[in-house]
């Protein structure tokens, strides 16, 4: 496979891991759980941990997408009807950025794009080459 194939080929992974990840922050924004101090709330849910995406050089060329929890996890909110609340009313929430998010997937989707933009590019001056040899 040639250098400038797997290049974009790693490029469209790393933007598929980063709308997936994206995906699963704006799916549970709402999963709140108990402080992670726990006072008195044993056996109540933790929250959900967001995750972010980052983006490292290969060496040899392409890229590729390391996964990582978001620190701090969760935000402390007033919720006094929620059942895990603490004594305060308070509960956590996931640390999650609904604009960050929707600009991730902005990202992960022009990123897809024109990787896959020099995925058939590569392809059609192949076979361009193969005609030419013809």
């Known amino acids: 496979m040639s250098s400038v194939l797997s290049i974009a080929i790693s490029g469209m992974q790393a933007a598929t891991t980063r709308l997936e990840v994206s995906a699963r922050n704006v799916a549970n924004v709402r999963s709140a759980g108990a402080l992670p101090d726990g006072q008195g709330n044993d056996g109540a ?71 896959a933009r020099v995925v058939t590019a590569y392809d059609q001056m192949a076979k361009s080459l193969l005609d030419i040899k013809a």
């Open 45 to 115: 849910p933790r929250p959900y941990t967001p995750q972010r995406v980052d983006q490292v050089d290969v060496s040899g060329g392409g890229t590729q997408a390391v996964v990582s929890d978001v620190s701090p996890a969760s935000v402390p909110t007033y919720d006094p009807g929620a059942l895990y609340a603490n004594a305060e009313g308070m509960v956590a929430y996931p640390n999650v950025d609904l604009t960050e998010e929707a600009i991730q997937q902005l990202v992960a989707r022009y990123t897809f794009a024109a990787n």
